[in-house]
């Protein structure tokens, strides 16, 4: 499935619920909780905190913080919604 596919799909999910569901039955666990890692990280980058006090603070690796702070260079996390509390 391309990116334009899977934008359209998840697009099309009406609620919570429904996203809940789609995201529990094609991810695993793991795959849900890097997930959400990788969206403190975006998180925390955009508060301003140092990269190697969020991969200690999360746990995770440097690469992975890098790549988030690459993200956010290419303007991939400028829109208002990362403004709210609930993403941190």
């Known amino acids: 499935m391309?990116?334009?596919?899977?934008?359209?799909?998840?697009l099309s999910l009406e609620t919570k619920a429904?996203?809940?569901?789609?995201l529990r039955g094609i991810l695993s666990e793991v795959e849900i909780d890097q997930?959400?890692?990788?969206?403190k990280v975006?998180?925390?980058?955009?508060?301003?905190?140092?990269?190697h006090k969020i991969a200690e603070k999360l746990g995770v690796g440097v690469a992975t913080v890098t790549r988030g702070s690459k993200q956010i260079q290419l303007g991939r996390?400028?829109?208002s919604w990362w403004d709210s509390q609930a993403w941190r």
């Open 77 to 79: 996390f400028n829109q």
């Open 42 to 51: 975006v998180g925390m980058l955009k508060d301003g905190l140092p990269q």
């Open 18 to 22: 429904e996203v809940e569901r789609f």
């Open 2 to 10: 391309k990116q334009q596919d899977l934008s359209e799909l998840i």
């Open 35 to 39: 997930l959400h890692q990788r969206i």
